[in-house]
Structure formats: structure tokens, C-alpha cells
């Protein structure tokens, strides 16, 4: 391992700790009597909290090279964001806490608040014959005819958990619907050239998990988290699995992931092929990294000290080595993320707190006897995804 040289690293990187949503937040008023703690920016934009958190994130990983042997100048790093504030905020802090002083530029496709192709995880067609291929690869995916009805069975107990801590048969929406949380009317949809369409008690419990999350890593006082309603990690996995379970219909199932994520991989592709840069760093969405790793068919994962399977400020980080000795090109990938402890206490990283760390594997592909696997094969996954797509 000591002989393998590094050739080009691609980092891509969720934005960090943002307000909630501004398609949620009216929303967020009328499923309680109560009301929600105000935040100090506007809806869905990095807080200064995870600005911080993104500078010493962008500290540890330049620290982390350094330590490795890889000292990069400003022309060896290309940072390209999505045009929204949380992203294009992210890259700015994350550069700054790792290389404070250089010139390192932070490339954008459009003005403040439009979605760059690359990162907006949208259909492209969306007649009748494709949905209903992609409505019989859900089936297939969740083991069941009624996929949606079906997890929302599985969720019934966090669902539950949701309408207590809210006081649900309070609010506006009971009054509308009538009925309990977990019987909201459901609906899935597809339209072209947007996000697939969700209604119905796990979009809902999704918005209503992110908030509580948010404020839980944003450092809120006790009682404006759940107002003081979530006492235990059983009930912060329970919560959180309701946003996972989206994450992974809409994201994760093998149609919708090779379908979303081509302009992404197609960049990501483009960048090995080019060399031009050897750290790469990609700023956008757990949508997009659910679609990524996905769609080039890696292995499932859990994260230690951590309830989101694509937690904020995580970076899935892709390496390309080079063996000298045989002249082999080899491939590694992880998963580096601030544990919910971390993000909660707003901890410095460092070398000797850094964030947590997960190998990534990927499915029918072999690894090499040391431990990596041949570029060549994975260079082929690629090309035949974007063959097929």
C-alpha cells in the first residue's frame, strides 16, 4: 500500500446544516396548534452554525492530505457547487477552513437559487408506459404490490410517535382530513423535468423529521427541539427512518437512481477521464448521493453514530491510486460524516476528533488482494451505466 501514489480524488459533498425547506415551511403550520422556534436566516440556506461546521470539516481534510503525503496547490483543486445558497455556501466555508489565503476559485452554472442540471434530481420522461415501469420496479424493490401503503405500515409506530409530539389532532390539516396521521391520503407521481411526487404521511413525516433534526444539530435549546418531546436515540431512529425511507423509494430504487443520476455520474466521469484537476470536490444533495452510489450498484451501508443514511456535511470521497510497480490504477471509496454527537455539540475536527468514516463497497465487483479495487473494472461499471442510460 506504501508504493500506491495518489492520481485524483473526487469529493462530493452534501451541503451542511440549513434551515428547513421553503416548500415546507407553511406546510410545517398547519400539521400542529403549536408554534415552530424561528430561525436566524432564511428557509432553506446555510446557517452560520453550519458554515462553521463546514470550515473545520475543510480544515480536518486538507490536515488529512498533509498528513498523507498530498500537498495541493490552487490550480490542482476544482470546486464546483450547485447554484443554491446552502451549496455554493458550503464549498465557500469548506475551502476556507482548508485552504485559508489561496486563490481557490468555486465554479457555479447560474445565479442564486436556480438548480444546476448536474445536481437537480429530476425525471425526463414521464409518459404512461414509463411510470409504469418505474411503478413495477418500486414493487420489486420494496417487495410489494402496495409499496407505498407498505412502508407506510412499517412507519405506523414513528408516525405515531410524530402525531404525539406534535399534538396532530390539533392542527389544521387534522381538521381537514379527518383521519389519523399514518391514513393521509397518498399519492405518486411523475412529471417531467421534475422531482419525483410524493403525498401523504412519509412526505409529511419527512419534513416534519428534518426539522426536528435541524434543530437538534443546530444547537437548540432543549425545549425547541420537539418542544422537549424526544427523549431517547430509539426515538430519534425512529424519526429519522421515516426521511431514510423517502430517501431510498425515491432515490435509492435501481429505476429512478439510474435514471436521476446521469448527469451527475456524467460529470463525475468526465473528471476521471480528463485529469486535470487531482482533488475534485462536488457540492449538491442526499438525493444525489443516494442516486450516485445507486445507480453504480454500491453495496447498502449504515453509518455508526449516525441515524441519516446521508447525513448533513457528509462527503462520499472517491480516490483513483496509481501502483507504480505494476503500472495498476486502483479505486477506493468511503463515506467521511460528522456523527450526530459532533453536529449537535458543533465540535471542532480535527486529527484527533475527526469525523467518522465508513468504507464503501460495491456489489459484483471483486477487490484486488489488497483490499482496492481495479480502475479498470470500475471504469467499466461506469462506462456501461452511461451506455445504458
Known amino acids: 500500500m506504501d508504493c500506491l501514489q495518489l492520481d485524483c480524488i473526487i469529493v462530493f459533498s452534501r451541503h451542511g446544516i440549513r434551515t428547513p425547506l421553503p416548500n415546507t415551511v407553511d406546510f410545517l403550520q398547519t400539521v400542529t396548534p403549536k408554534s415552530w422556534p424561528t430561525w436566524d436566516c432564511a428557509a432553506g440556506y446555510l446557517t452560520t452554525r453550519g458554515g462553521t461546521l463546514e470550515s473545520y470539516f475543510g480544515d480536518y481534510f486538507a490536515r488529512r492530505l498533509a498528513q498523507q503525503g498530498t500537498l495541493l496547490d490552487a490550480e490542482d483543486i476544482f470546486v464546483y457547487a450547485n447554484s443554491l445558497q446552502r451549496t455554493l455556501a458550503t464549498a465557500q466555508y469548506f475551502t476556507l477552513g482548508a485552504w485559508a489565503g489561496q486563490d481557490i476559485a468555486i465554479e457555479h452554472k447560474y445565479s442564486i437559487e436556480r438548480m444546476d442540471e448536474v445536481f437537480n434530481p429530476v425525471v425526463y420522461q414521464a409518459d404512461t408506459a414509463f411510470k409504469q415501469t418505474v411503478i413495477d420496479d418500486l414493487k420489486r424493490y420494496t417487495r410489494s404490490a402496495q409499496f407505498i401503503e407498505e412502508l407506510d405500515q412499517q412507519l405506523a409506530p414513528a408516525y405515531q410517535l410524530l402525531s404525539d409530539i406534535l399534538d396532530y389532532r390539533q392542527s389544521a390539516i387534522y381538521q381537514q382530513y379527518q383521519c389519523e396521521f399514518a391514513q393521509l391520503p397518498t399519492l405518486f407521481d411523475l412529471k417531467q423535468y421534475q422531482e419525483p411526487i410524493l403525498l401523504g404521511p412519509l412526505a409529511l413525516g419527512t419534513a416534519i423529521a428534518d426539522a426536528f433534526t435541524l434543530q437538534h444539530y443546530s444547537g437548540f435549546a432543549k425545549h425547541d427541539i420537539a418542544w422537549g418531546m424526544i427523549h431517547c436515540d430509539e426515538q430519534w431512529r425512529l424519526i429519522t427512518n421515516i426521511k431514510n425511507q423517502y430517501i431510498n423509494l425515491l432515490y435509492k430504487s435501481p429505476m429512478l437512481a439510474k435514471h436521476i443520476a446521469k448527469p451527475l455520474v456524467g460529470l463525475i466521469n468526465q473528471l476521471f477521464k480528463t485529469r486535470q484537476h487531482k482533488l475534485n470536490i462536488l457540492v449538491g444533495h442526499d438525493s444525489n448521493i443516494a442516486t450516485l452510489l445507486a445507480a453504480l450498484g454500491f453495496d447498502d451501508y449504515r453509518l455508526p453514530q449516525q441515524f441519516e443514511l446521508t447525513p448533513i456535511g457528509g462527503k462520499v470521497i472517491f480516490y483513483r491510486l496509481y ?27 480535527s486529527l484527533t476528533n475527526p469525523p467518522k468514516h465508513m468504507t464503501l463497497t460495491l456489489s459484483n465487483i471483486k477487490p484486488h488482494e489488497n483490499g482496492l479495487y481495479l480502475w479498470r473494472d470500475v471504469e467499466q461499471r461506469i462506462d456501461d451505466y452511461l451506455a445504458g442510460v
Open 323 to 349: 501502483d507504480a510497480k505494476t503500472d495498476q490504477y486502483y479505486f477506493n471509496a468511503e463515506y467521511l460524516y460528522p456523527s450526530v454527537e459532533q453536529l449537535h455539540l458543533a465540535s471542532p475536527l
